[in-house]
């Protein structure tokens, strides 16, 4: 069913949003503690209470495996799922490339986002609430902190 809400949003967009959100939510393909992880990071959102743990391991300069375990909204659950996924086979600098792109989204900016972002641009959803962005945003910073660690490994 196409059309519009009442404020002018799209019903399919509206439908895709909700949808991406609690399937990854609901069925996580990368919820886990990576074993032999070489990158780690915690954060934390005090205005929510969300909490958040990153696990990698980097392999020959690039993210071998991800994963996260997650105290949080459904929205950090989401974007760290995805995030994970896409990661995966990346050097760090294309990892914060990445990042880059999608925080750009989410500030508002929409760069010619191909194919990169993947499920993420259903996210941009989330921009109707601004409170809400720092969850999306809270796995990508944290991936960034854990690249940038002083015992994160180097790349080849």
């Known amino acids: 069913m196409r059309g519009r809400s009442g404020d002018g949003r799209s019903i399919a967009g509206d439908s895709l ?3 991406v959100i609690l399937s990854h ?12 992880a070489n990158v780690f990071a915690s954060a934390h959102n ?10 990698a391991r980097i392999d020959q300069g ?10 949080a909204c459904s929205i950090v659950h989401a974007s760290a799922d995805i995030m ?7 050097s760090p ?6 990042a880059e ?12 986002l191909g194919p990169q972002l993947g499920e993420l641009t259903a996210l941009r959803e989330v921009r109707r609430y601004p409170v809400r962005v720092r969850c999306a945003l809270l796995p990508w ?16």
């Not at 690039?62 to 105290?71: H, P």
């Not at 994970?84 to 990346?90: N, P, R």
């Open 25 to 36: 939510y609901r069925n996580p393909t990368y919820r886990q503690t990576v074993d032999n």
């Open 17 to 19: 949003y909700r949808e």
């Open 62 to 71: 690039r993210v071998a495996e991800a994963g996260f375990e997650a105290r």
């Open 141 to 156: 910073s944290t991936i960034k902190t854990a690249l940038q660690s002083p015992g994160a490994p180097e790349t080849a």
């Open 101 to 112: 792109r999608f925080e750009e989204m989410m500030s508002g900016d929409d760069p010619e």
């Open 46 to 55: 005090p205005l929510c209470g969300d909490e958040l743990d990153l696990t």
């Open 84 to 90: 994970a996924g896409l990661i995966l086979g990346k």
């Open 93 to 98: 600098d294309e990892v914060f490339e990445l």
